[in-house]
């Protein structure tokens, strides 16, 4: 990691060889260590700072997504630094509502963020309690980005029967392509009612990918055309990493007042099988 270029970060051993490590900027998870390997990707031309997010790792997409809504782009809670409160199993971050929320997003709301590393997983937990005395919407995310080999042999399985919203062409509706998703380019895809569990192989490795109370998942790729154009990413840094995001975009979230809502993405390490290889 670019030491100069990243905010300070906390640590979390977790059983086995698992170790987290998060900064209260964003409530960012910067990185996931588990079964001898890194499991997620952080560029290292990553920086931060006022609207700037950090390129990798999991933001925090909240209360809007992408330019959804009127605020900041993927909203404001991955650049804003959150209260750390670490706990013996889990890092904690605390984010309420102030100034600078109130500008984009007139609300009075109670976020946390739970991350919690096992023997063989990782859980992030995003918690948004409704402290105001109307009712609100908000959209939300992980926008985890994980480590691949090589995104040329990157497979996505469990989304073959969904039809999805292809945000990288005008948001169309297209229908299941019942294979599982492969990138040759651009992917930029959010999926409805995506309930099952999902794998993620690159012909060596395989991580299963589940959500709880996310409805949808976004997959993300900005293949080698666009990637060449965003200052934060390294050359061909598009190969390291797929966004499979925990979301829930299409139907917002709606808190009454003292409601609470959470949504949780959980990242398992499983070895490699041969059924899940490219043309296998
Ligand atoms: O560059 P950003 O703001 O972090 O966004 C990265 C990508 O995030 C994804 O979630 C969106 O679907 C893409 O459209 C977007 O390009």
Redesign the pocket.
Known sequence: MNATALPASLQLNGPGDSRVEASAFGAHVLSWRCRGRERLYLSPNASFGAGK?IRGGV?VIFPQF?LRGGGP??GFARTLTWEADPQPTRLSFQLRDREETRRHWPHRFEAALDIEPGEDRLRIALTVRNSDRAAFEFSAAL?TYLAVGDIDATLVHGLEDRGYVD?AHGDAACPPTDAPVRFDGEV?RIYADTQRPLRITDGEHMLRCEAEGFADT?V?N?GAGLAAGMADLEPDGHRRFV?V?AAQVLQPVRLEPGQAWTGAQILIVESSSAQYRIGG
């Open positions: 997010a933001p992408a782009r993927h926008h945000s930029d976004v993300w900005p966004c995001e």
